[in-house]
């Protein structure tokens, strides 16, 4: 439990001891009997109890193993457990106006009714079990569904890369409802990295630029080529031109520089030029002549251009990295056919510009060459083309992934989630399936156990009446107080308390009400056919403001009409009550296998905590043994020296456990009805030799605490400082060994501090 009032939380695994059939639980008032009592009253309503801490929690286990778990899983025991504490007292006896609620008993006249009721209440029971058995199988499938749903939105979330966006198993749960998939969406691991680099990208790649290579003049340039290499001059041609072919250019440029300034004689060889000369040159150097010699140096320039430009041109193409991921591969195939087929124009372009060379220095002669024939050529240029367009299709595609990054990344997380959707389809629809018919199971037991509440109601309104019980309860009431004056009548509704024949107004007396209440509860036991060898019995606190004769006939009547329960808690504060339970209890609690438990309500204030903590421990043996509480405060005494100037979870009782040993020890040391300050005067002039300050630290503890004649205020704080309560402490032991050693010497050995 946790959180439980001052009762120590305790986990399921830390040892208390065993409960047994008879359960003795003594305790201080304050040390947790009545919240404990609440624990158990929680069975009795199948709720949790409005007077314990809000948000506390606790299971309790039965021997068949079923758990019981506050604040929601408490039903099942309502038939089965009766408490008796303040509560109940509350809820059924109210004492100024002298009424008591019904308690109804089962007519003979009805075991035909009665035993159907039986059975429907024993099928009510197996029903909640199996009803409870059902919700543990469910709550697992639902454990399983649930972890299936987290796990699977963890998987998709991270493939999906959301950044700051979510997606949880709520999200999950309605793509299985509204998101389209089939066998279909389940993608092959490259497929599926592929797409998930796409979602991972944080902004659209840059667009990049196509190929652009004249392969048409690249083919042009060849055939042209081709033509000069081949082509004749004609016979126009001077002997000189045939004999000195490399020559021309430089006749053509003599003649027009000669020409344009007017030369008579050669700059050369400084010989006239004869006007034949001129015509003759100039007829040979016509402008056909010029035409020709001009087309060889563009056709030159442009080989050289064209060379120059495929050489380089894959160093200015888009990098394969530049792309997007999934088109890289088919990007890089591409770019490789390219440069391949491109680099086999290269010789073809090489021999072009050979060829150009060739004829430019010797225009008036042909040239042999090796180009490869015209349909070879065109073949090899489209075969470039082809492989160019190629490479740009992916280039095209990865401009239009750029421009619609957007949409693609969006297409890109649905595939991926209808991949996971599809991947997962089996499982989901098992987890699925299995929980809404471990649901569907609870919901039918459910109408079954209303169906089955509602015919034990109606069986039981068909066999009650309450009249029975009024004169038990006044029987008991006569035995308990001695007395005839009070008597209880069934009137129309519940009971009425009368005196000498006339309703009680005003509340009766606290013995009188205890009496009452005891009885009350006693009666209501086998109400409504309930069997007392089935039932479990809490009783808190069952004796108050009783004589001493009352109070043993009080224990009796418990011990008589109880003890044939199922199991039967005591819980008491009272010495005397503790005492008559701990001799009727104490051999069953030795047997072996032990039937009864004496328990003890141990209150101390752990180190470092500000509250009081109370743990269910076995009854000390100093109260387990003797019928007074002397042995037991002194015990404390001698814990209390031992601890030095350390810690003691009990500091805080202690002024009174010493204040009380003291009381014993002077009524014992200084008969009389003197004070309990002159009894220490009295008898520390006997003990000259005591120390001074010792007696006036008793005097001070005398001063402050008030008198306590049980150990029930043990559990209340005093003003005394812990060093004057040390003091104290010393002081009182000191005393007892100078006034009657061979008392302190006997008490130090049955009370050791262990």
């Not at 490259?190 to 630029?209: D, I, N, R, W, Y």
């Not at 999934?326 to 372009?349: C, F, G, M, N």
């Not at 109070?551 to 109880?562: G, K, P, Q, V, W």
């Not at 601890?643 to 009381?663: C, E, H, K, Q, T």
Request: with cysteine; proline share 3%; charged share 25%.
């Amino acid at each position: 439990m946790t959180g439980v009032g001052i009762l120590a939380d305790k986990g399921a695994k830390d040892d208390i001891p065993p409960f047994q059939r008879f359960n003795l639980i003594y305790g201080f008032n304050g040390a947790g009997k009545s919240t404990l009592s609440r624990v158990f009253a929680s069975l009795e309503a199948g709720k949790q109890q409005e007077d314990l801490p809000s948000g506390c929690s606790f299971e309790i286990a039965l021997d068949n193993n079923v758990i019981f778990k506050a604040p929601n899983e408490l039903n099942g025991l309502e038939s089965r457990i009766c408490v008796f504490n303040e509560d109940f007292i509350a809820r059924n006896l109210q004492w100024q106006e002298g009424r008591a609620s019904s308690i109804f008993y089962i007519s003979e006249e009805q075991s035909d009714l009665v035993a159907a009721r039986r059975a429907a209440q024993q099928t009510l029971a197996e029903k909640k079990q199996s009803r409870e058995a059902e919700k543990k199988i469910a709550s697992e499938r639902e454990k399983s569904l649930k972890t299936f749903r987290t796990e699977r939105a963890k998987l998709i979330a991270r493939s999906l890369n959301l950044g700051n966006r979510r997606y949880e198993a709520g999200q999950l749960v309605k793509d299985y409802e509204k998101l389209p998939y089939d066998k279909s969406s389940r993608l092959e691991k490259e497929a599926l990295e592929a797409l998930e680099k796409v979602t991972g990208l944080s902004a659209p790649p840059p667009q990049l630029e196509a190929i652009a290579i004249d392969v048409d003049g690249v083919r042009k340039t060849v055939e042209g080529a081709r033509h000069f290499a081949e082509l004749s001059i004609g016979t126009v041609v001077l002997d000189e031109m045939e004999n000195h072919p490399s020559m021309v250019p430089w006749l053509k440029t003599g003649l027009d520089y000669h020409s344009a300034n007017s030369l008579e004689t050669c700059l050369l060889c400084g010989n006239p030029i004869r006007d034949a000369r001129k015509q003759k040159l100039a007829q040979a150097l016509d402008d056909r002549l010029s035409k020709l010699l001009s087309d060889l140096k563009d056709a030159n320039v442009r080989a050289s251009t064209l060379l120059t430009g495929i050489r380089s041109a894959a160093g200015s193409w888009p990098k394969t990295a530049e792309l997007e991921l999934q088109l890289q591969e088919r990007y890089a195939d591409a770019r490789r056919h390219t440069d391949s087929s491109l680099k086999k124009l290269v010789p073809l372009i090489e021999e072009t510009s050979r060829i150009l060379s060739a004829r430019l220095e010797q225009p008036t002669i042909t040239v042999t060459h090796n180009l490869l024939a015209p349909d070879v050529i065109t073949a090899q240029c489209k075969a470039v083309e082809e492989a160019i367009e190629v490479q740009n299709a992916v280039i095209r595609e990865h401009n239009e992934a750029s421009t619609n990054f957007s949409k693609r990344q969006d297409d890109a997380r649905e595939a991926i989630k209808k991949h996971y959707l599809a991947d997962g389809h089996d499982e989901y629809t098992a987890l699925t399936k299995t929980l809404e018919e471990a649901n569907g199971r609870v919901g039918s037991l459910t109408e079954e156990l209303g169906a089955l509440e509602g015919q034990i109601a109606e069986l039981s309104a068909k066999v009650r009446t309450h009249g029975p019980a009024a004169d038990q309860i006044t029987k008991l009431v006569r035995a308990y107080l001695g007395h005839g004056e009070l008597t209880i009548f069934a009137a129309e509704e519940g009971y009425e308390l009368h005196r000498y024949n006339k309703i009680v107004k005003g509340a009766p007396s606290e013995g009188e009400k205890t009496a009452i209440a005891l009885c009350y509860f006693i009666s209501s036991l086998e109400a409504d056919g309930r069997a007392l060898n089935d039932l479990i019995l809490v009783v808190d606190d069952p004796i108050s403001s009783l004589d001493t004769k009352a109070m043993n006939y009080a224990c009796s009547l418990i011990r008589s009409r109880m003890t044939g329960a199922a199991q039967l808690f005591i819980l008491s504060h009272n010495q005397h009550c503790m005492n008559e339970f701990k001799k009727a209890w104490r051999n069953q609690a030795k047997a072996d296998p032990p039937t009864a438990a004496l328990l003890f309500l141990d209150v101390s204030m752990p180190e470092g905590s500000a509250a009081r903590s109370a743990r269910i421990v076995n009854l000390p043996s100093q109260l387990s043994a003797f019928d007074s509480e002397y042995h037991f405060l002194c015990h404390k005494m001698l814990q209390f020296e031992a601890a030095g100037v350390g810690y003691s979870d009990y500091w805080f009782m202690m002024p009174n456990v010493i204040r009380r040993v003291l009381d014993v020890f002077l009524a014992f040391k200084v008969p009389g009805s003197h004070s309990l300050g002159q009894k220490l005067e009295t008898l520390s002039k006997k003990y000259p030799d005591i120390d001074d300050v010792r007696i006036k630290a008793l005097d001070r503890l005398i001063q402050v605490e008030s008198h306590s004649d049980s150990l029930d205020d043990l559990v209340s704080h005093s003003s005394m400082t812990i060093e004057e309560t040390r003091d104290a402490n010393a002081a009182l032991l000191e005393l007892m060994a100078a006034a009657d050693p061979d008392h302190t010497a006997a008490i130090r050995k049955q009370c050791k501090a262990t």
